[in-house]
């Protein structure tokens, strides 16, 4: 009798309930290991680490390429001018097409920047309720037609307006991208991943010159937009066809009956609660319906408050603040250099190819002393402490090469001195951006990238070349401006020589470490690792 009861009752266990609810529906509390039971947690097989590291090197080079097609001569082109005789030329490029003034033109080609300030910090708010994988495809389209909008303009408005949206396009793979390849990195190349992506900005800007220059003169500058949007499309709509991939401390963004979180109010505050606590016995939701105007106010009020609420995470984080502190002073520096360098070249030294010298050294030291960069410290062991060290040294040493090169009456004394410090002053380029990763805990990555670069932006590189126009104009004299200029650099080396002292903790896997809802532990590990966790019971 035991044993036919037995049998009877695993009889009646093995079939199916047809009023029971699917087992997703009900057990959402425990992350699904089966990879075709879930999607979101499988990458596709061929998307490996290295190819991402790939793919994303080649955006940012994209990115790049585009701020030198805009500067270079082919693309840019000259203004119209007349001579005392009354006969005038009608100018190439842009600026002739459009018969733009010298400022018209100085707009146009730091007119991307408005919104890439503006959007920055949006997108990475907007990460944590959409999936970042998808805003950068977001990002990217935007880029994409509004680069395409660049060679269909048709006066000085629309292509400023296409150059802004440009720079909405760009703000999200700025502030998304490098989370990315720190969760993906192997973690004794996580630096020497970063300095690679990084290495592509002024590879993509040298590559930009000649790319513009050569299309601008062999067919047409439209042309030059139109090659870029084309090359960046196919990527763009990569974003949207392969499987999301997930960011390390955001959980998955789905509809709310699949989500595994529901928000509610708090206090006026915006809450997360994982369903797991709720009572699942509890009736399926209604349909939703169109929010009337006051719940989108609501809504946006509680982002808002939300946002405030990271930002004031984000600048109590004194080893964030510091680090960016002395890159804004870095890239006042290394701003006022690109722009300003040539002509006191010239003026001091007599350069008749100053633009093409201080190109070359900026691109060869740029990729050799970023990737330097990024391998030495994690040589060193990759901690805030130790990134703070090599940024303080190379920093200071940079400095004492630079300063000592603008000290020289002989060129080719300059040239030398000039190029060691050039290659020790970008090291600083993957040691800066993983203090800016690590010293926050992981879903405040994108939000610490964005203002990171606002930040070195509006207090850096803008103001630095309208600064060091006015220094000039009152002493005349370009040696004692760029001496003055690069004294700054010294300035940078002392604020991150402070850093080495401030109480620094990696905050990579912090989330990990305290009471993280099951669902985002599943995202904790590497987003292309194909070993899942285990279901926590």
């Known amino acids: 009798m035991g044993e036919s009861a037995t049998l009877e009752l695993q009889k009646s266990a093995a079939k199916p309930d047809p009023d029971a609810k699917p087992e997703t529906e009900m057990a959402i509390s425990l992350p699904v290991v089966d990879s075709e039971a879930n999607p979101m947690d499988s990458s596709p097989s061929w998307f490996t680490p290295k190819r991402l590291l790939v793919i994303f090197c080649t955006i940012n080079m994209l990115n790049y390429i585009d701020r030198g097609v805009i500067a270079s001569n082919g693309v840019n082109g000259s203004k119209r001018t007349c001579d005392s005789s009354g006969k005038c030329t009608s100018g190439s490029g842009i600026q002739g097409d459009f018969n733009l003034n010298n400022f018209e033109d100085g707009v146009l080609s730091s007119a991307f920047m408005v919104g890439l300030l503006i959007a920055s910090p949006i997108f990475a708010s907007l990460a944590k309720l959409h999936n970042p994988f998808r805003l950068i495809g977001v990002g990217l389209l935007v880029w994409t037609v509004a680069t395409a909008g660049c060679g269909f303009s048709f006066n000085f408005w629309t292509i400023t307006i296409c150059r802004m949206l440009v720079g909405v396009g760009e703000a999200s793979f700025i502030s998304l991208a490098a989370p990315f390849i720190d969760d993906n990195a192997p973690p004794a190349q996580k630096t020497a991943w970063l300095a690679i992506f990084y290495m592509c900005i002024p590879t993509g800007i040298a590559v930009g010159y000649v790319y513009g220059g050569l299309v601008g003169e062999h067919f047409h500058w439209r042309a030059a937009f139109f090659g870029e949007s084309i090359v960046m499309l196919p990527f763009a709509i990569s974003g949207f066809c392969i499987k999301p991939l997930k960011l390390k401390g955001f959980g998955p963004s789905t509809s709310i009956k699949g989500n595994d979180y529901e928000e509610t109010e708090n206090e006026g505050a915006k809450q997360e609660l994982p369903i797991q606590d709720q009572d699942l016995t509890e009736k399926p939701l209604a349909p939703s319906h169109k929010k009337s ?10 982002q808002a408050k939300r946002f405030g609420r990271d930002m004031k995470a984000l600048l109590s984080e004194k080893v964030f603040v510091v680090n ?192 993280v809802p099951v669902v985002e532990r599943s995202n904790l590990r590497p987003l292309l690792d194909g070993n899942p966790e285990p279901a926590e019971l």
């Open 324 to 515: 960016v502190l002395g890159y804004i002073a870095y890239n006042f520096v290394i701003g006022a250099y690109s722009y300003w360098g040539p002509k006191a070249g010239y003026d001091i030294y007599r350069m008749s190819n100053a633009d093409l010298m201080f190109g070359g050294i900026t691109i060869v030291c740029g990729i050799f002393g970023t990737l330097a960069g990024g391998f030495v410290l994690d040589k060193m062991e990759s901690t805030i402490s130790n990134a703070f060290k090599l940024l303080a040294g190379a920093t200071f040493l940079g400095a004492i090469f630079c300063f000592g090169a603008f000290c020289f009456k002989s060129l080719y004394g300059f040239i030398v001195f000039f190029s060691i410090g050039e290659l020790l002053v970008f090291a600083t380029q993957g040691p800066v951006n993983y203090i800016c990763l690590h010293c926050v805990k992981p879903s405040l990555r994108p939000l610490s990238m964005a203002m990171s670069t606002v930040s070195i932006h509006i207090f850096g590189d803008v103001p630095s070349s309208p600064l060091v126009g006015v220094l000039q104009d009152a002493i005349n004299d370009w040696r004692k401006t760029a001496l003055i200029l690069t004294s700054i650099l010294f300035i940078a080396a002392i604020v991150w020589f402070i850093g080495i002292f401030l109480h620094s903790v990696d905050r990579f896997n912090e989330e990990s470490e305290h009471g």
């Open 293 to 302: 105007l006051s719940d989108s106010f609501k809504s946006f009020g509680i």
